[in-house]
């Protein structure tokens, strides 16, 4: 858009004022939430085989960091577009000779940052190319945050030179329309890889059901050697003096119960209904968004002690097999191993 001829009066408008800080925060907000969406959403699509186990286990948690971009990209990118519009708007009445310096400090900002983005971006991708680390998602990772980078630039470049039209398009326009096809196709993505938000609830059901049976077999475990027999029905486990109370089904309403059965003096059998299959695949070491390029997204800590292991069993290798599932009705047998769980002398 041409910029409009200052008048020769210093005046400040606090609308204007407020309007160029709400586009600030705003880009720098959607921007960061769409990068990091999109290397989250990356790094569960493509996970770095050197960089992971395979193993069964809920990881419900680990989609918390693309839950959260997701809704803050999902209400700010709107704001931002509002906001911006407003704050072109106001541009083509009489603006001050202070109201033009702000203008002008806001996009020669946006410039630098951008600028920022670009130049780490290269000098990350060349060094992951001498360490022989060019995998799919990096690659990936690269382009998103190139794209990202030059349509931001490109656009407050368009506009600090007061160009209205690229190529016979409106610049806003254009850019507006790229954005919005940018962010709603990232949105479906990511929605794909996740699931909907029934099949989190699912998986969240589910998660909680295995941590339920494992409360059940260790109160059994420890039934055991107390008593060095096995409980002959789950409501002997009920302990009013050792504050423990029998876990319920999260959907008992529907009839779904937890099921306990004795069938030796050593073995014992315990059944939950589940509503989907446990989730299983390559699950990464290092938390967060792996390895990541652009400097507002999360760092990896590489060589650190962050391990996201398989919830709800963390073992020394993250495996949760011996809790493996399909829909509908699993039962689990365990036979109790009197060297592992000897029996407590009498009297302790």
């Known amino acids: 858009m041409e910029n409009q001829p200052t008048t020769s009066q210093p005046k400040l408008s606090v609308r ?3 309007l160029s800080l709400g586009s600030l925060v705003g880009l720098i907000v959607s921007a960061t939430s769409f990068l990091n969406l999109a290397f989250a959403t990356l790094d569960k699509k493509f996970p770095d085989v050197l960089n992971a186990t395979y193993q069964y286990g809920y990881n419900t948690y680990e989609f918390t960091a693309m839950r959260s971009s997701l809704a803050t990209l999902i209400i700010f ?25 702000v203008r002008k400090w806001m996009m020669y900002l946006i410039l630098f940052l951008s600028s920022i983005v670009i130049a780490v971006d290269l000098v990350t991708l060349v060094r992951y190319f001498i360490s022989g680390e060019i995998t799919t998602r990096f690659i990936l990772k690269v382009v998103v945050a190139l794209a990202v980078a030059l349509i931001v630039g490109c656009y407050y470049m368009f506009e600090l030179m007061g160009k209205k039209k690229f190529l016979g398009f409106n610049v806003g326009i254009w850019t507006a329309i790229k954005a919005s096809v ?13 699931g909907s938000p029934f099949k989190q609830r699912l998986l969240r059901l589910d998660d909680r059901r295995v941590q339920d049976l494992q409360s059940v077999q260790s109160q059994v475990i420890s039934y055991w050697q107390q008593k060095a027999k096995l409980p002959e029905k789950l409501t002997d486990l009920a302990n009013p003096l050792g504050y423990y109370s029998l876990p319920v089904d999260p959907e008992f309403e529907k009839g779904k119960v937890y099921e306990y059965a004795k069938k030796s ?11 989907m299959p446990m989730p299983k695949g390559w699950q990464e070491y290092n938390s967060g968004y792996g390895k990541g390029i652009y400097p507002m997204a999360m760092p990896a800590r590489e060589g650190g002690t962050d391990v996201a292991t398989s919830y709800p069993y963390p073992g020394p290798t993250g495996t949760n097999d011996s809790w493996d599932h399909q ?10 191993d009197k060297d592992m769980y000897p029996v407590y002398p009498k009297g302790l």
């Open 16 to 18: 204007f004022f407020f």
């Open 77 to 101: 990118f709107p704001i931002f577009l509002l906001v911006s519009y407003f704050w072109k708007k106001y541009q083509r009445g009489e603006m001050g000779r202070v109201d033009e310096i």
């Open 182 to 194: 940018w962010v709603l196709l990232l949105i479906v993505f990511s929605f794909c890889v996740m």
């Open 265 to 275: 003096d050593l073995s014992f059998e315990i059944c939950a209904t589940f509503a």
């Open 327 to 336: 829909t509908g009705r699993t039962c689990f047998s365990r036979t109790i």
